[in-house]
């Protein structure tokens, strides 16, 4: 069976060392935190992920969900856990205590997350969606759906979903075809089909609250081409009345579920919604004016924003998604490199005693080895630092900073669900490289976590729909106050450091990647305008360099911190030693690749647009 140890150390010195969130008393949530505290619920929920949740992720996997009549049946053991999780209180430690939770800051749920990834992500999916429907109902939600509905979700007893995606339309939300008719009553009538539904259906909770997207039709019963009516809804799967008490079962209900590739045991529904009562959530949107030009721009509605904080939410989460599964991948590859043996060293014997030498003696092992550990810590790292900058965003410290912190963890939200996802996946493949054909083969579990990995670069928006997102939307967002903001941040760290000479190796590398950088950004300024075409074909490539820079950044803040314990004294030298070369690693392998993206990015489209549909 795969093994997984949750790297404490390492939360902690991202914590308290690299971020110092103990001195960040002023921030919301973050008054009481202190290191004991932290570590204390980290080590408690490692645990948890460890001995319960670890040893069901294969079974999981193989037994699979089950459908029959209607029904999903998750997989054995999962009800069982899933019940003891939300008793030991893990599904709601960010939620305020008089609420019943623990009122831990993002930035610890973040990191507890990131552990029930590791373990079974097919588990951690199901709180995981529950977390971004309950937070967005808390913020859309009619006082008595706060009241009657909200405590059930926040306890687990009833579960939550996203339902956006219909069999004939993902990204392009215009297509939809599910309704939504207004009743005398104020509710809605719901009839269409959504697929693609993490969640949909189950038998551990006794309610699921679904999260759903719908047009609005006009007074003629058709249903606009555009975004205009689009409105955001709660549909239970069972009826509540405004005391929270459960009664008929709703017109929702669950037509199939998919055969997959990977996360096996977590349920992905065909949802179907017949007649369903729904309730409309925010302000009823604007119908389109019947003189309205054609072809004419129209703004989303308010339902769309509640829609996009719910997806803003979870896109995050699919990038910690992407830390988790590498983190396990990883570590297992270590354990088997340090074990099996095969060839010598390439400078020598060196286990002369043995018939040969272990296969981390090996550089491309290494290689492999220092690629996962330096993008799973530094990713980390970044994840982390962008949490404390979303409640930077929502304290009492001055405009300026609260603006700056704001932009920057909106312009890095499809830079963390996109790069971080495809490196998760290049960590996962490349862990079970390290195998051999023993990677290939169920015997070690590596094959699933290079299946489960798969899925996170598709879903909650594919990744290149997400570079579309970063190039599109956000740079000239605001009159590009994002990027300019984050640029000064790393100009300011540079600037501190660069003349110093022991942080050569880490400062110049990122000040080469940083300018390639902006020459890029000011590619996409002038060409992008001339030719849309010119940005749809560098996006990935630019949002590929950007997590690399960004990544690089945290990795050159690291690489101060072990070079000043190194220089005074430590009690674990080795921890910070493997920082500095896991720092050098990203300086030397990983940060010159900006310079053939800037290549690939400033060759524009012609080529790609070059052939016509029918010569492929």
């Not at 645990?47 to 969900?65: A, H, I, M, S, Y």
């Not at 129209?298 to 998604?321: C, D, E, H, P, T």
């Not at 976590?449 to 970063?470: C, P």
Request: charged letters at 25%; hydrophobic letters at 45%.
């Amino acid at each position: 069976m795969p093994i997984y140890r949750a790297p404490i150390e390492d939360y902690r010195f991202v914590l308290f060392d690299l971020l110092d969130i103990a001195a960040q008393k002023d921030l919301p949530q973050y008054a009481e935190l202190s290191p004991e505290l932290v570590e204390d619920i980290l080590k408690g929920g490692a645990q948890f992920c460890e001995e319960v949740l670890l040893p069901l992720n294969r079974t999981g996997d193989e037994e699979g969900c089950v459908f029959e009549n209607g029904v999903v049946r998750t997989p054995t053991g999962f009800k069982e856990a899933y019940k003891a999780f939300c008793e030991a209180g893990w599904n709601r430690l960010s939620v305020p205590e008089a609420a019943g939770g623990a009122n831990m800051p993002i930035i610890v749920t973040f990191l507890m997350s990131e552990m029930l990834f590791s373990a079974n992500q097919a588990f951690a999916m199901y709180p995981g969606l529950t977390g971004a429907a309950y937070s967005a109902l808390a913020a859309t939600g009619a006082p008595w759906m706060l009241r009657a509905i909200l405590p059930k979700m926040i306890e687990g007893e009833w579960t939550g979903t996203m339902c956006l995606t219909e069999p004939h339309c993902g990204t392009d939300l215009r297509l939809m075809k599910t309704r939504a008719v207004e009743q005398p009553d104020g509710t809605y009538r719901m009839t269409g089909t959504k697929i693609f539904i993490s969640g949909g259906e189950h038998d551990m909770a006794d309610n699921i609250i679904h999260m759903v997207i719908a047009k609005i039709p006009d007074e003629s019963g058709r249903l606009a081409d555009d975004l205009s009516t689009v409105n955001f809804f709660m549909v239970p799967k069972f009826l509540v009345d405004e005391e929270g008490r459960m009664g008929t079962r709703n017109g929702v209900s669950c037509g199939s579920i998919e055969k997959k590739m990977g996360i096996k045991a977590s349920s992905t529904c065909v949802m179907n919604f017949d007649d369903a009562v729904a309730y409309r959530l925010g302000p009823k949107p604007a119908p389109k004016p019947a003189d309205a030009a054609q072809g004419e721009k129209k703004s989303s509605s308010a339902g769309m924003k509640g829609m996009f904080g719910m997806m803003n939410a979870a896109r995050l989460g699919v990038g910690i998604q992407g830390i988790g599964i590498a983190e396990v991948a990883y570590q297992n590859a270590v354990a088997y490199t340090r074990e099996r043996m095969a060839g010598r060293a390439l400078t020598g014997a060196k286990e002369k005693d043995k018939p040969a030498d272990p296969i981390i003696v090996h550089p491309d092992i290494r290689r492999m080895l220092l690629q996962g550990r330096a993008f799973v810590e530094g990713a980390r790292a970044l994840a982390c630092w962008v949490m404390l900058q979303m409640a930077v965003s929502r304290s009492a410290r001055g405009e300026a900073e609260r603006q700056d912190a704001a932009d920057v963890a909106e312009l890095l939200t499809p830079v963390i669900k996109a790069y971080f996802t495809d490196m998760g996946f290049e960590t996962a493949n490349a862990a079970m490289q390290c195998f051999g054909g023993h990677g290939y083969v169920r015997d070690h579990g590596m094959e699933q976590f290079v299946r489960d990995a798969r899925i996170n670069q598709v879903y909650e928006g594919a990744n290149g729909v997400q570079a579309l997102d970063l190039v599109g939307r956000k740079l000239a967002a605001k009159g590009g106050r994002a990027p300019f903001a984050f640029f000064g941040m790393i100009d300011g760290f540079i600037a501190q450091n660069e003349a110093r000479k022991d942080l050569g190796p880490f400062v110049m590398p990122l000040k080469k990647g940083l300018e390639r950088l902006k020459a890029a950004t000011l590619w996409l300024a002038e060409n992008g305008l001339k030719n849309p075409d010119n940005a749809g074909a560098a996006s990935v490539d630019y949002l590929r360099m950007f997590g690399i820079v960004s990544v690089g950044w945290m990795w050159a803040r690291m690489a101060v911190l072990a070079e000043a314990k190194l220089a005074g004294s430590t009690d674990n030298p080795a921890f910070y030693e493997a920082k500095r070369v896991a720092a050098r690693y990203w300086m030397e392998r990983e940060m010159p690749m900006t310079g053939a993206l800037l290549e690939r990015i400033e060759s524009g489209c012609d080529t790609l647009m070059a052939l016509d549909a029918t010569n492929f």
